[in-house]
């Protein structure tokens, strides 16, 4: 595999998603176009062996399968998530003073605020239109320089480089123009998404960084973008999922939302989605309620979620011997408080593949310390509960606008993925 080339993929892929719906519908056109099938939640569905099929839920949420030619035992099923940390656009955002206008926004997620100041940013989701007597959602991305949030001079606080505590209400919202800008914002969008400014009647609008992803360094080591927290992961996943060859087990890759807000939504790890899906291709196929649950019980997940590498200016806040690097392979994640779902028999697993599939791994634990965030793992095993192994792409700056990672590692993770889609 041209590993550098698949970094280049990853950030086109990552260019076209400025928001988890773009992510949804840049994943559902694949699979179109390696002849999947969508199916929709409120309609019966008509499966057959050796077919491949998607489900979108609430535009944010995919969950693509195929089913093998023979008999079959469980399921093989990858998980990762579509959101990252940034700023929702509340209701009636603009807000006048002072002969500027800003939008109001709210925070999504625990961003690290300080690198959205100062950088060109734009707004990108979806909105509900009013269209021939229903209504309809409609993805939008103002694909243009619209907003910034300006930083405070020096001169005005002395103490900004000693540190700063930003608040959301006060700090972040975004400048879109002058006085005259008044009104301007929802014309911007209806323009953007096709439609008239009255047709709009509800919105999902997120910040997202305009800056364009790069690979650098000085032998082209790493790249650089936003959201690569998760996309790096769905991408992997989706990427490995199309290359294994799908014929011993069902084959799943789901990509959910909301992971950054806690998951408790109806398209995010702890609702029903997965195993709506799961249920219904064991139904589908003639299975029956001791079937599905024979099949869970010989499933195995694995939970996609990027890691933290080892800082180079900040070794200290690593474990003193797990300390995963950029370019070093899979990252397993362990930890004794049940942050991350991985076990002795997953982690097991979990290193034979990456063994079969020639592609090294490491191994992250949090300092016994500090306190470390979870990931969507343990949170859909409490509705599907099947041996989980959670891990990740090692990266640096998570939950900025502009995060690094390194550019041989995604490739790692679709070699991994394709073996484990046997």
């Known amino acids: 595999m041209d590993q550098r080339k698949m970094a280049v993929e990853l950030l086109d892929f990552l260019e076209r998603s400025p928001s988890p719906c773009h992510a949804v519908a840049n994943m559902a056109q694949l699979l179109e176009e390696n002849g999947f099938q969508r199916l929709g939640e ?21 969950i693509c399968f195929r089913i093998p030619e023979g008999a079959w035992k469980g399921f093989h099923i990858v998980a990762s998530h579509s959101d990252s940390p940034t700023f929702k656009i509340k209701e009636n955002p603009e807000m006048e003073s002072d002969g500027y206008v800003k939008l109001n926004v709210e925070r999504y997620g625990g961003m690290l605020c300080a690198p959205w100041l100062d950088r060109p940013l734009s707004v990108a989701g979806r909105v509900a239109v009013r269209e021939k007597g229903a209504v309809r ?6 694909d243009r320089d619209l907003l910034l949030i300006p930083n405070l001079a020096v001169h005005m606080n002395r103490q900004a480089n000693e540190g700063i505590s930003y608040n959301a209400q006060k700090d972040m919202l975004p400048l879109l123009g002058t006085a005259e800008a008044k009104g301007s914002f929802w014309k911007v969008v209806a323009e953007a998404a096709g439609v008239e ?61 909301n992971e950054e807000v806690g998951s408790s ?28 649950l024979c099949r869970i019980a010989g499933s195995f997940l694995i939970s996609a979620d990027n890691a933290h590498a080892v800082h180079p200016n900040y070794g200290e806040k ?38 079969e599939a020639e592609v090294p791994y490491q191994v992250f634990t949090n300092r016994s310390d500090m306190l470390g965030g979870s990931t ?37 993770l679709i070699r991994a993925l394709e073996r484990f889609f046997v």
């Open 137 to 142: 959602t409609r993805l939008v991305c103002v």
């Open 376 to 412: 969507l793992g343990n949170i859909s095993v409490s509705q599907v509960p099947v041996a989980t192994v959670d891990i990740g792409l090692p990266q640096l700056a998570m939950h900025s606008p502009y995060e690094t990672a390194g550019v041989r590692d995604t490739g790692y």
């Open 42 to 62: 409120m309609e019966r569905w008509e499966l057959h062996p050796g077919g491949g099929y998607y489900v979108v839920r609430n535009d944010s949420a995919l």
């Open 197 to 257: 400014e009255e047709a709009i009647l509800g919105h999902d609008l997120f910040l997202y960084n305009r800056q364009k992803g790069c690979i650098w360094g000085a032998g082209e080591e790493f790249l650089s973008c936003g959201r690569l927290d998760d996309l790096q992961c769905g991408f992997a996943s989706l990427k490995g999922f199309l290359a294994g060859p799908k014929e011993r087990w069902a084959a799943v890759a789901c990509v959910l939302d």
């Open 318 to 355: 690593a474990d003193p011997v797990n300390r995963p690097k950029l370019n070093g392979g899979i990252v397993i994640k362990f930890s004794a408080n049940q942050r991350y779902c991985t076990d002795a028999y997953s982690a097991a697993v979990m290193k034979e593949l990456c063994r």
């Open 265 to 292: 939504s109806r398209q995010g790890a702890s609702s029903t989605f997965l195993r709506d899906v799961l249920w219904r291709i064991n139904c589908g196929l003639g299975g029956d309620e001791e079937d599905y």
